[in-house]
């Protein structure tokens, strides 16, 4: 881990916010206008960069017209935050050419979620400035939502416990895998994107973190896969905890009748005698969490709790 955590400035009314879609192209014609609409609702300035509208193929414009406004978006000290429009795919081709030290020189708030979990994690790893699991910039933001992630972003304050009760519809149940209580660095993000990172200078010191993980459009049997993968590569041997968000859009597959995804849960995290629990409203759904990405945290899996023991800005 970081001996020094390093906080990007809190933002504040005015704060200028780089617009980046440094994975997947945008959907919707309109998803522009909405992200800036987002930030003008936090009080906050959107910049639109250059290349954000653009497509190639399934990434949003070619590897370096991402590149460029990203890097660009990163170094500029005019900018107080880089907000994610989307994630999709595309992250890992281009991370390996950011310059990790122009960032580390200009710490700033970054967010997003999903593809955008390769970032986060290569910022935290490379520079140890903290980052944000949250909301994309085009979503079509619930209270619940905005209100954790203007909390964060806006005060120096440590959070505290996390409200898991006004998620709306996307509230389900917190089921204690492994009971417990346990502190850590909260270090995660989306779970196929976090194997990918396997074996590069971007996968992140997990020994005595807790782990947060999320998931979308993955079969049963391939999260059983990663999870292995993660084991054998000695991932899971030293973790404080684990906080599972929720797996959502699980296409269906022969053999799910007999595991479930309870059972992989159990399989891989119920023997390793750290407290586990899953079914936390962060991940691919409307009211989310926003979750920082290195600060201190507690987990308590036996009431499903989950609260954040340090400032995320300064």
């Known amino acids: 881990m970081h001996p020094k955590l390093i906080l990007p400035a809190r ?5 200028r916010v780089a617009l980046v879609a440094p994975s997947g192209p ?13 930030c003008r609702l936090l009080g906050l300035e959107p910049v639109v960069m250059p290349n954000c509208r653009k497509s190639w193929g399934y990434f949003a414009g070619t590897d370096q017209e ?9 170094s500029d000290p005019a900018f107080a935050a880089v907000w994610c429009l989307r994630g999709g795919s595309g992250m890992s081709r281009i991370v390996s050419r ?54 964060l972003l806006g005060n120096a304050v440590a959070a505290g416990d996390l409200d898991r009760d006004a998620a709306g519809a996307d509230a389900e149940p917190v089921v204690t895998i492994r009971p417990g209580t346990a502190r850590g660095r909260l270090i995660g993000g989306n779970l196929s994107l976090l194997q990918t990172l396997i074996g590069t200078a971007y996968f992140p010191d997990l020994d005595g973190a807790i782990l947060f993980l999320e998931d979308v459009h993955e079969a049963i049997y391939r999260i059983d896969r990663i999870l292995a993968h993660l084991r054998l590569a000695g991932a899971l041997d030293h973790l404080a905890g684990v906080a599972i968000g929720r797996v959502t859009e699980i296409p269906p597959s022969a053999g799910d009748e007999v595991f479930g995804l309870a059972g992989v849960w159990q399989e891989y995290f119920g023997a390793l005698g750290i407290p586990v629990a899953s079914g936390f409203p962060f991940g691919h759904i409307d009211s989310q969490w926003t979750l920082p990405v290195g600060v201190m945290a507690e987990l308590d899996a036996t009431n499903g709790r989950l609260t954040l023991l340090e400032t995320a800005v300064a």
Request: charged share 20%.
């Open 11 to 15: 933002l504040t009314p005015g704060s």
């Open 26 to 38: 945008l959907p919707e014609s309109s998803d522009v206008a909405r992200a800036s609409e987002n």
């Open 66 to 74: 991402r590149l460029g406004d990203l890097s660009a978006a990163l």
């Open 98 to 151: 950011l310059d990790f030290a122009g960032f580390a020189r200009h710490p700033k708030v970054v967010v997003g979620y999903s593809d955008i979990t390769v970032l986060l994690l290569a910022l935290w790893t490379k520079t140890g400035v903290v980052s944000f699991h949250g909301p994309m910039a085009r979503a079509r933001l619930t209270d619940f939502s905005r209100d954790l992630l203007a909390r």
